[in-house]
Antibody
Framework: QVQLQQWGAGLLKPSETLSLTCVVYGVSFSNYYWSWIRQPPGKGLEWIGEINNSGSTIYNPSLKSRVTVSVDTSKHQFSLRLTSVTAADTAVYYC?????????????????WGKGTTVTVSS | EIVLTQSPGTLSLSPGERATLSCRASQSVSSSYLAWYQQKFGQAPRLLIYGASSRATGIPDRFSGSGSGTDFTLTISRLEPEDFAVYYCQQYDNSLWTFGQGTKVEIK
């Protein structure tokens, strides 16, 4: 069964580091790129960063200075670190697939999603 | 950065009616990289349409996507009760994914 399970600390204080991990079950991990997306309360979706099986990353320029996405292919999991958090980083954070290798080409869409982790930043 | 602008912000319709949602890009988007998602309250987004017009697995045929260049449309031919939700368009370009701000389809 295809499943993305994510976990991490849900309550942080300002200036702390957010850490989340997502493990992937039921698909060929190397046939996908993997992303983190967040959604502040009552607002829209914001892409944070993406990684592939080789560890190559791209990041949203608005967050690039604070974000690191990493991968552990042996465990079929990838992780997000966001440093120096503030109240503006309060959001539901989702892990998702973001590219899929199929029929000798890459498709660009996010069809596999975790359930989301609510992260609150408050003193 | 390509900015996606969705309209209207809110669409008030009755079950059985047709819904037409617009997504306009600040510059031309490759159709291969344009997708639509549905999000219900408290849930993760669900992929509806990819490549501007291809339905994702398991998506009913009342959902259709069209458009090219800077103008894309998601059409729901006849609204079912479960279709009332928020819809987002998304694109990829130059190592950056962006989403539109969303259109809420609510029951009139």
């Amino acid at each position: 069964q295809v499943q993305l399970q994510q976990w991490g600390a849900g309550l942080l204080k300002p200036s702390e580091t957010l850490s989340l991990t997502c493990v992937v079950y039921g698909v060929s991990f190397s046939n996908y790129y993997w992303s983190w997306i967040r959604q502040p309360p009552g607002k829209g979706l914001e892409w944070i960063g993406e990684i592939n099986n080789s560890g190559s990353t791209i990041y949203n320029p608005s967050l690039k200075s604070r974000v690191t996405v990493s991968v552990d292919t042996s465990k079929h999991q990838f992780s997000l670190r966001l440093t120096s958090v503030t109240a503006a980083d309060t959001a539901v954070y989702y892990c998702a697939s973001s590219r899929r290798y199929s029929d000798y080409h890459w498709d660009y869409y996010m069809d596999l999603w975790g359930k989301g982790t609510t992260v609150t930043v408050s003193s | 950065e390509i900015v996606l602008t969705q309209s209207p912000g809110t669409l008030s319709l009755s079950p059985g009616e047709r819904a037409t949602l617009s997504c306009r890009a600040s510059q031309s988007v490759s159709s291969s990289y344009l997708a639509w998602y549905q999000q219900k309250f408290g849930q993760a987004p669900r992929l509806l349409i990819y490549g501007a017009s291809s339905r994702a697995t398991g998506i009913p045929d009342r959902f259709s996507g069209s458009g090219s260049g800077t103008d894309f449309t998601l059409t729901i031919s006849r609204l079912e009760p479960e279709d009332f939700a928020v819809y987002y368009c998304q694109q990829y370009d130059n190592s950056l994914w962006t989403f539109g701000q969303g259109t809420k389809v609510e029951i009139k």
